[in-house]
Antibody
């Protein structure tokens, strides 16, 4: 069955960077987008961007441009999301999710990774 | 890209029907058939309930239905059950080739 397993919780100081991983299994990694979505405590979902694991091509939410980088390592079926210059309002649960290239929805989600930004 | 507009909360009694609205613009909902809805229980990852405005994934109850008119999409849940109590989020593709979520609606089953 499809599984997306994310790395563990992180605590970072303001100004630092964090890199979250998302290991895929149960399907051909290069056949689906990986999207990243975050959710601040008690808040709604926010789409951050997506990566095409086949080409490495990315599309980011404009407000995160310059601070977010999405990459992948296809031999180990793992996608990464790195966020730099962290601020307190980046504290959130970060999810990876799988979506088909020809559709605009995601059907499978990782378990989420809590990133806490605090001094 | 501004978030889509959803009511903060809705409620209904078991067996009743409720509708959650999701209002966007001509740059997202109004111009594309790519509206999806997600259910999220506390502490859990979201779950896809509706895609492409009105399609249900396999395994999702037919009590859930979706529609769209102009810049507004809607999710209707009929025959409310206690297990439907959750947060619901709409999502749309945009003219910038990005996605945007709604602010979320908390459904309370009385």
């Amino acid at each position: 069955q499809v599984q997306l397993v994310q790395s563990g919780a992180e605590v970072k100081e303001p100004g630092a960077s964090v890199k979250v991983s998302c290991k895929a299994s149960g399907y051909t990694f290069t056949d689906y987008y990986i999207h990243w979505v975050r959710q601040a405590p008690g808040q709604g979902l926010e789409w951050m961007g997506r990566i095409n694991p086949n080409t490495g091509g990315t599309k980011y939410e404009q407000k995160l441009q310059g601070r977010v980088t999405m990459t992948r390592d296809t031999p180990i079926s793992t996608a990464y999301m790195e966020l730099s210059s962290l601020r307190s309002d980046d504290t959130a649960v970060y999810y990876c999710a799988r979506g088909q290239y020809i559709h605009n929805y995601v059907g499978d989600w990782g378990q989420g990774t809590l990133v806490t930004v605090s001094s | 890209q501004s978030a889509l507009t959803q009511p903060a909360s809705v409620s209904g009694s078991p067996g009743q029907s409720i509708t959650i609205s999701c209002t966007g613009t001509s740059s997202d909902i109004g111009n594309y058939k790519y509206v999806s809805w997600y259910q999220q229980h506390p502490g859990k990852a979201p779950k896809l309930m509706i895609y492409d405005v009105s399609n249900r994934p396999s395994g999702v109850s037919d009590r859930f239905s979706g529609s769209k008119s102009g810049n507004t999409a809607s999710l209707t849940i009929s025959g409310l059950q206690a297990e439907d109590e959750a947060d619901y989020y709409c999502n749309s593709y945009t003219s910038s080739n990005t996605w945007v979520f709604g602010g979320g609606t908390k459904l309370t089953v009385l």
